[in-house]
């Protein structure tokens, strides 16, 4: 089966395959340099990005919404919660290949970092969940079942990863390394921009920054399906396209709505670029 069908279109393609995991602490000269103090804030009340997956031969597979709800307080943090949906639709669920998938994402306001994550998902008849604790001050994980796994600074879950590349500098050539944790595994991604680049989608025409992703497994380097990213060079730090070419076929995620339309100053706003 495709892995995850959707969510390798966006989320755990910055992460998969599973083999590629390790179950212990992934150290990187830029991960403690580049962490979250130095991010802006890309986080706003209402926001709700909705997009279009095509996949192979299929003029429409799935569709990804990526959701900011209010700030407010998480059992005595101050925080954001954030969600990332996806779910396939038309031809491709009809496959036996029905995916739902929901992963969300709590983060501290003070650090941009998480501090909890949960996940659900749907592929066909099976259904799973799991949830994930972020100690990022004492850098350690509590995972579902009741394991512990040590973790680096500046350690995010897959929705929270798409925002804190959102924060990232996006000066071309000045890369930036993440760790991800999924489930009980810590995975270290790069990501580089590129180049300035001038991007249409159904949503409208807009000036972006191209993101490069590759993995770090010792001294390989994975391309990750030739993931890039394409976000906003404005305020907003809108993705409002990604693309990939795994060996099953060609996707691509296009931005089709963005809620609200017009950039709003922003009243939480750390350390512009």
């Known amino acids: 089966m495709l892995k995850r069908l959707l969510l390798v279109l966006v989320l755990t393609a910055l992460s998969l395959p599973y083999s590629q995991g390790q179950t212990r602490v992934v150290k990187s000269e830029r991960s403690i340099a580049a962490s979250a103090s130095t991010a802006r804030n890309p986080f706003m009340a209402g926001e709700r990005l909705s997009y279009d997956v095509s996949w192979a031969d299929f003029l429409i597979a799935g569709e990804l919404t990526i959701q900011t709800d209010e700030r407010r307080n998480f059992d005595g943090i101050d925080g954001y919660h954030v969600t ?50 972020i100690d ?38 000045k890369a930036r390394t ?13 990501v580089r921009p590129e180049a ?4 249409t989608t159904r949503a409208g025409s807009y000036e972006t920054v191209r993101l490069a992703t590759s993995m770090i497994k010792g001294r390989e380097n994975d391309k990750l399906y030739n993931l890039r990213m394409y976000i906003t060079n404005d305020s907003r730090r809108l993705p409002v396209l990604i693309t990939a070419d795994p ?17 709003q100053k922003h009243p939480y706003s750390r350390n512009q670029n």
């Open 84 to 133: 990332a949906q996806a779910k396939t639709v038309g031809l491709v669920s009809g496959l036996a290949l029905k995916v739902n998938d929901v992963y969300e994402s709590f983060i501290n306001a003070s650090t941009l970092q998480p501090f909890r994550a949960e996940k659900r998902m749907r592929h066909g008849k099976k259904q799973a969940q799991s949830s994930v604790t």
């Open 136 to 173: 990022q001050q004492h850098r350690v994980a509590l995972v579902t079942g009741g394991g512990t796994l040590e973790i680096p600074p500046d350690t995010y879950d897959l929705a929270g990863l798409i925002f804190a590349m959102r924060g990232m500098d996006l000066t071309p050539g």
């Open 178 to 190: 993440f760790t991800v944790i999924e489930d009980d595994k810590l995975y270290t991604i790069t």
């Open 196 to 199: 300035k680049e001038k991007i």
């Open 247 to 263: 060996p099953w076929g060609s996707v691509r995620v296009e931005l089709t709505s963005a809620i609200p339309e017009r950039p």
